[in-house]
């Protein structure tokens, strides 16, 4: 049985990812910030394991790894969701240092240095045929889509993409594609204060494929992208977002 870490597993997105993996026959050790009650439907499943603790903080890092490795035995998959946004939106001309390091620490310096760590432990893994592990990033439209009353994320999400090529140059010897997942506006509960904006912006043409995504699309394309039917495909941005990145006329 293969295994993956999942960070942020509680969320939307992080839940979808959980379940899509265990539904494929993985074991998963995922952690959030959440409380652990909130876990209570995946942590009934057997191949489910739960630690709780903030992808920002050192230890929780390590603990994170540690539990999976003496639950699991290895590391075949790490997918990185945990992400927050800003708790106030506000101009980049009055952006605080306090808003800018809550999401800088989260969705960017933790997540580094927790594929850092992974990735010096997957790299021992044995072959399977070319590949020894998978590493994917969940992005944001962000990363390359201005928006000046939350600049702290968007900044944050352009250096998950930085990071994503850099690993998957760093690991391409080893046989450890990394790989990048940008989700567009996803039905989460970090859009919900949004839903009003963007089901008139949706409905007015902002998207070809004219819907909401759900976080299952999310969740299927970062499996496509780990579970070895890509093996040639590493450093690459995957679009999940209705087209929105099209650009039209």
């Known amino acids: 049985m293969k295994n993956a870490i999942v960070t942020g597993c509680l969320g939307g997105i992080g839940k979808a990812v959980t379940e899509k993996f265990l539904a494929e026959g993985y074991s998963v050790c995922g952690m959030s910030r959440s409380a652990k009650d909130k876990a209570d439907a995946l942590i ?21 790894i540690k539990t999976a490795i003496e639950r699991y035995g290895r590391i075949d998959v790490l997918v990185n969701v945990a992400g927050v946004a800003p708790k106030v939106r506000a101009d980049i001309l009055e952006m605080s240092e306090e808003s800018y390091d809550l999401v800088m620490n989260i969705n960017t310096k933790g997540m580094l240095f927790l594929t850092q760590a992974v990735s010096n432990i997957m790299k021992e893994n044995e072959l399977t045929g070319e590949i020894r592990g998978h590493i994917c990033n969940i992005s944001s439209l962000s990363a390359y889509t201005s928006s000046t ?24 010897e080893y046989g450890i594609p990394v790989n990048e997942v940008r989700p567009g506006i996803i039905e ?62």
Request: charged content about 25%.
């Open 44 to 64: 009934s499943h057997e191949n489910f394991t739960f630690v709780s603790g903030d992808v920002s903080d050192r230890e929780a890092r390590e603990l994170l």
């Open 149 to 172: 009353s939350r600049g702290e994320y968007c900044i944050s999400k352009a250096g998950v993409s930085m990071i994503t090529k850099l690993f998957a140059d760093r690991l391409a």
């Open 188 to 249: 989460t509960g970090m859009t919900e204060k949004v839903k009003e904006k963007y089901d008139t912006l949706i409905e007015g043409g902002l998207l070809p494929i004219k819907r909401w995504g759900k976080p299952e699309d999310v969740a299927s394309a970062v499996y496509a992208l780990c579970s070895g039917a890509l093996p040639y495909v590493t450093g690459q941005s995957l679009d999940v977002d209705g087209g929105f990145h099209i650009r039209r006329l």
